[in-house]
C-alpha cells in the first residue's frame, strides 16, 4: 500500500502573520523587508496584493518599491513567526505523529496510518486548513502524494489555500510538464547543468539517462533523478527525533564593505568565537573549516581546510580561517558578507580524533585556552550574549555590537 504525504505549506507567511499583528495591512500592497541601512534591503515576504503588481521574494527594496510605487514595508517579526510556526505544528500534530518541519512555513506530514481515524489524505488535508483558517487565521497550501518531493511539487501547484493530490495516476500529467527547477533541490546550479543537457522539464530529466545526470551532478544527479520518476522513499521524521549536526556556521553582511587585514580580522574573531560557542553548546568538534566570502557585486568564493586536530577553540579556527583568506582572497579588494562553518564534526569527548606523532599538541596550552572559552560561555549564560566579547567590537562601525551582536544566525 502506497504512503499517504501531505506537505503542508503556510502561504505568505512572514506577511500573513504580519497582517494578524495589524490587520490595516490586509487592504494595501505589502511586503516584510530588511533594514536597508544595514544592507539587508531585500523583500522576505509580500502579499498577494503586492504579488499582482510582480512584486518577488528575495529583490531588492527598490525594484518592489519601482514595481510598486504604493507598497507599505515592514520590518521583520521573527519572535511572532516563530510563535505561530510552533502554533501551525500542533495542529498538524493533532493528525499524526509524524510531522517533520523544513523551514519556518513549510511541514511534511505522514498521514498513512490515520486514515481510519480523519479520512483519505485529501479529506485530513481540507481539515487542516479550515482548522488553520478559524483558529489562527492564516491560510495553507497542502499538497497529497505518494512521497515527499511530489507532496511538496503539490503543494506549490495551487495557492493560496487550496490542496492538490498529485497520484500515481496523474502525476505524469502535471509534474512532467513542470520546470526542472520546481522539483525539490534542483537550484539555479543544478539547473545550468541540465540545461547543457538539454533537460528543462522534469519529464525531460526523468527520460535522461540517469547514469548521464549521475556522472555531470553525482550522487544527488541520481537522487533527482529518482524523484523525477516517483522514486522517494525517504520518511518522514517525527518531530522531536534527534537530528544529526553535520555542520555549524554563521555568517553575516556587514554595514559597509570590510576592506583590509584589520576589518577581516574583527569580522573573523566574531564569527569563529560565535561558531565555537555552539559546537561548544552540542558537545561537538569540527575537523575542517569552511570560509564563503561573497563580494559587493554577490560574487561569492567558498574555501574549505582540514584541521591538524578536531576543535572547537574559536581561536583556533579563527586562525584557520584567516589563513584561508589569506591564501583565497586578495585582502585589497572589498568584502560584502563572510560565514564560517565547522564541519565534519566529531565528538568532543574525543572520539575519532587522532594526534600527530610527529608534532605533539601543546595539551597544557590547550587546556588553559579550552578552560578559558568554557568560562566565557558560562558569563554569558549567566548574563546574556552580549556580556563579554572580543575588546575590537568595541567602537566598531561595521555592523558588529550592540545587542545579539554574539546571536546564532
Known sequence: ????????????????????????????????????????????????????????????????????????????????????????????????????????????????????????????????????????????????????????????????????????ENFRRIVWPLPVGALLYVGKAAQETLAQLQVRTIGQLAACDRALVAKRLGKMGEMIHDYANGLDMSPVRAADDAREIKSVGNGMTYRRNLVGLEDIRLAVLTLSDSVSARMRRHGVKCRTVQVLIRDPGFKSISRQRALPAPTHLGKEIAEAALSIIRDAWDLRAPIRMITITGASLTDAGGAGEQLSLFAPPDDESREKRERLEAAVDGIREKFGQDAIGPAGVLGNDIGIGGAGWNKDE
Open 1 to 168: 500500500m502506497d504512503r499517504v504525504i501531505l506537505h503542508c505549506d503556510c502561504n505568505a507567511f512572514y506577511a500573513s502573520v504580519e497582517t494578524l499583528l495589524r490587520p490595516e495591512l490586509e487592504k494595501v500592497p505589502m511586503a516584510v523587508c530588511g533594514d536597508p541601512e544595514s544592507r539587508h534591503g531585500i523583500i522576505l515576504a509580500k502579499n498577494e496584493r503586492a504579488k499582482k503588481f510582480g512584486v518577488a521574494t528575495a529583490e531588492t527594496i527598490w525594484q518592489a518599491k519601482r514595481k510598486c510605487p504604493g507598497l507599505t514595508l515592514v520590518p521583520p517579526h521573527r519572535g511572532e513567526y516563530v510563535k505561530y510556526s510552533r502554533l501551525v505544528n500542533e495542529i498538524y500534530q493533532r493528525y499524526t505523529d509524524q510531522v517533520e518541519p523544513f523551514g519556518i512555513d513549510e511541514s511534511w506530514l505522514d498521514v498513512t496510518g490515520s486514515q481510519n481515524l480523519f479520512g483519505t489524505g485529501p479529506e485530513i488535508a481540507d481539515e487542516i486548513r479550515r482548522t488553520v483558517r478559524e483558529e489562527l487565521g492564516l491560510t495553507v497550501s497542502v499538497g497529497v502524494s505518494f512521497n515527499k518531493a511530489f507532496a511538496k511539487l503539490g503543494s506549490d501547484y495551487k495557492k493560496p489555500d487550496a490542496t492538490t493530490v498529485i497520484s500515481r
